[in-house]
C-alpha cells in the first residue's frame, strides 16, 4: 500500500478525545488548543479544534469519530531497531549475557537468515510496532548472508504491506575476526559490495520531502564490525546522495576499550575521524561518551537513540539524554531489537525512558518530555519535521489510546496515565489519514497465522 496516492474520503474530525499531546508541550514550541480534536484530510492534518469549538473545516463537522474515549498522540516513531531479531527473542543461551558475548553468540544464528525468515521477522517486528501506536519505524539491517542480498528490498515490501511509514538503513560489516573485529567471517560482505548495494537502494527507494513513505539511510554496524574505510567511504555517499548515516556508538565500555586498542582513538573521536560528526548522523545507545563529547556531539547536531529497555537488559549503563539535549542533540526513542528487549511496543519504551531518565535525573522529569522523545524528538533524530508532532500541516499519523482496562482505573490526568499507569496497545492508529488499526487489530492482518509461522522459522533457525 502507498501512501502517496490522493485520498478522496473527505475530511475527518476526530472529536472531543479524553485527552491529547502534540508531542511538543516540552520543547518549548507555543502550546495550541487541540482539545476539540482534530480535522484530517488529504493525509495530513488540517485543523486543529479549540475546546468546546465546532471544525470551520467545510464538511468536517459532518464526519465526525467520536475520540471522547480516546487519549490522542502523534504516531510514535521508533529510531532504532533490528526486526530480524524478533526470531531470536528470549533465547536461553543469551538471556544472561552482556553485549560482546551476546553478539557472539547471536552472529552465527543470524547467519543462517533467509528471505522467508526475514519478512516474517519484519511483519512481526512491524505488527507489533503498529500496535503499540507506532507509525514510523527505523530498521537497521546489518546481516546480509549468501541468499540474502535482496534484503532491504523485503524490508521495504512488508512496509508497504502494512501501510506504515519507515527509514530502512543499509547496514553491513566488513571486520571479520580474523581482521580484528568482532563477527565471525562468514557474516562480513565486501567493501565495494556494500557500497554498490547501499547505492542501488538508494536510488530504488529513497523517498525525499514532506510524507515521504520509505526512506534509506546507510549503517556500517559499529566500531568493533566494520572497517575506518567503510565508514569514511559511507559518509563520502551519504553525502553525495543525500541520505542521512546510522551507527551503534558509545553502548559499552568494552567498545571503548575496543576503540582504545583498535584504532588508538575514544569513539567520538574516532567517529569525527571518519566523518561522521555531523547533522546527518544518529547514534544508537550513545551512553558512554564524556561532558566533552556531548559538548562536541550537541554542537555537531548528531541524534541519539535512546534505547531504555535494551540498555538495562544487558547492563550497558542509561543514556545522559538531558545532557545531550541541553547540548544540542535531537534525541529520540528505540525499542532496539529484539534479542535485547525483547519486545517492540514504543509506548512501553517511552515509559521505560521516563522511570530509567527519572532515576538518573530526578522525579521532576516530566511525563510530557518523554512523549516528546517519541514523538517529536524521535522524528528529529530521522531528519523529519512532517511526523511526531500534532500541527497544521503535519501528516495525519495518529495513535488513539483507550483508558478501559484495570490499569487505567482511577486515573485522573489521562496523558500522564498513558505512561504512568503503562498503556500497552492502542486502539485506533492512523498512518495518512487511513486507519491502520482498528479495535486493537491491523486492518487486513490474520496475526494468528503470522504467530504461528513465526515462531516455526524461529525454531528452525535457532536450530539450525
Ligand atoms: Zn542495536
Known amino acids: 500500500m502507498t501512501l502517496a496516492r490522493p485520498f478522496d474520503d473527505g475530511p475527518l474530525w476526530i472529536a472531543n478525545p ?214 569514511s567511504d559511507t559518509a563520502e555517499l551519504a553525502r553525495e546522495q543525500d541520505v542521512r548515516l546510522h551507527t551503534h556508538l558509545g553502548e559499552t565500555i568494552d567498545e571503548e576499550r575496543f576503540c582504545l586498542e583498535m584504532f588508538g582513538q575514544r569513539p567520538v573521536d574516532y567517529l569525527e575521524s571518519v566523518g561522521w560528526l555531523s547533522d546527518r548522523s544518529w547514534l544508537g545507545h550513545g551512553i558512554h561518551f564524556s561532558d566533552d563529547e556531548i559538548a562536541r556531539l550537541g554542537a555537531a547536531g548528531t541524534g541519539v537513540a535512546h534505547c531504555p529497555s535494551s540498555n538495562m537488559r544487558l547492563a550497558s549503563g542509561s543514556a545522559r539524554v538531558l545532557e545531550l539535549e541541553a547540548a544540542g542533540s535531537p534525541v529520540g526513542i528505540g525499542v532496539d531489537g529484539s534479542a535485547s528487549n525483547d519486545r517492540s511496543s514504543i509506548i512501553v519504551e517511552a515509559r521505560q525512558a521516563l522511570l530509567l531518565q527519572r532515576l538518573q535525573y530526578g522525579a521532576d522529569v516530566p511525563v510530557e518530555r518523554a512523549l516528546g522523545w517519541a514523538t517529536s524528538g524521535s522524528a528529529a533524530v530521522l531528519g523529519r519535521r512532517d511526523i511526531g508532532r500534532i500541527e497544521v500541516g503535519a501528516q495525519a499519523d495518529l495513535a488513539l489510546f483507550t483508558l478501559d482496562d484495570l490499569r487505567f482505573s482511577g486515573a485522573h490526568d489521562p496523558v500522564a496515565a498513558l505512561l504512568l499507569c503503562g498503556a500497552e496497545k492502542a486502539d485506533r492508529v492512523m498512518v495518512a489519514g487511513r486507519w491502520r488499526v482498528v479495535d486493537g487489530r491491523v486492518e487486513g492482518l490474520d496475526v494468528e497465522q503470522l504467530i504461528a509461522h513465526h515462531s516455526e522459522a524461529a525454531r528452525r533457525l535457532v536450530n539450525g
Open 18 to 231: 479524553l485527552g491529547i499531546t502534540t508531542g511538543t508541550e516540552a520543547s518549548g514550541e507555543p502550546a495550541a488548543d487541540a482539545r476539540g480534536g482534530i480535522v484530517v484530510d488529504g493525509g495530513r492534518i488540517v485543523e486543529l479544534v479549540a475546546h468546546g469549538a465546532t471544525p470551520v473545516t467545510p464538511g468536517a463537522a459532518a464526519r465526525r469519530f467520536d475520540a471522547s474515549r480516546h487519549v490522542v498522540t502523534p504516531g510514535f516513531v521508533n529510531t532504532h531497531h533490528h526486526f530480524s531479531q524478533t526470531l531470536t527473542r528470549a533465547w536461553g543461551p543469551v538471556a544472561n549475557a552482556p553485549l560482546f558475548p551476546w553478539l557472539q553468540r547471536l552472529y552465527p544464528v543470524w547467519a543462517r537468515l533467509d528471505e522467508r525468515s526475514l519478512r516474517l521477522a519484519v511483519d512481526v517486528a512491524l505488527a507489533e510496532l503498529l500496535l503499540s501506536g507506532c507509525t514510523t519505524a527505523a530498521d537497521h539491517h546489518y546481516v546480509f548472508p549468501d541468499g540474502l542480498e535482496h534484503g532491504i528490498d523485503i524490508e521495504v515490501e512488508a512496509v508497504r504491506a502494512m501501510g506504515m511509514r519507515a527509514t530502512l538503513t543499509r547496514g553491513s560489516m566488513t571486520l571479520g575476526e580474523k581482521d580484528g573485529g568482532l563477527p565471525p567471517q562468514s557474516t562480513v560482505q565486501d567493501h565495494e559490495v556494500i557500497l554498490e548495494d547501499s547505492r542501488r537502494v538508494i536510488e530504488a527507494y529513497h523517498e525525499r520531502g514532506d510524507g515521504a513513505q520509505i526512506q534509506i539511510a546507510l549503517a556500517p554496524c559499529s566500531p568493533f564490525s566494520v572497517t575506518r574505510e567503510l565508514m
